[in-house]
């Protein structure tokens, strides 16, 4: 009798809550970007003396990655046909924005 309430024990059920959709998680993404867009903003001081070269870094990484991923994640929501299609196009339109913007003044204004 116990082996039989033991087998019970380690079953695993499945799960019930609901899967994030990748647009809402593209919209996370450019949430998160602009966050960092202003913490970078309101610490701006800090970085006063770091080289140019680690700030076009520190903006890659922090300003233009982050909505990169985003907007590809937008794409593979349209793609998979999550249901809320202008859920992923705000999210895609959002994050390339926000991309662009940022890669336009890492390459003009350095």
Same mark, same amino acid.
């Given at each position: #009798? ?11 059920? *499945? $799960?019930?809550?609901m899967? *994030? @959709? ?6 996370l993404?450019f ?8 913490? #970078?903003? +309101?610490? $701006?001081?800090?970085?006063? %003396?770091?080289? *140019? ?6 903006? &890659? &990484?922090?300003?233009?990655?982050p *909505? ?6 937008? +794409?593979?929501?349209?793609? @998979? ?10 999210g ?17 204004? %350095?």
């Open positions: #009798m116990f082996h039989e309430q033991a087998q019970g024990w380690g079953r695993i059920e *499945p $799960e019930t809550g899967k *994030p @959709r990748l647009a809402g998680i593209s919209l993404l949430g998160l970007s602009v966050i960092l867009w202003l913490s #970078m903003t +309101v610490f $701006e001081s800090a970085l006063a %003396g770091m080289s *140019p070269g680690a700030e076009r870094v520190l903006i &890659l &990484l922090f300003l233009i990655v *909505p990169g991923i985003g907007a590809a994640f937008g +794409v593979m929501s349209l793609r @998979r046909k999550e249901g809320g299609a202008w859920l992923a196009a705000t895609i339109l959002l994050n390339s924005l926000f991309a662009l913007f940022h890669t336009m003044i890492i390459l003009f204004a %350095g």
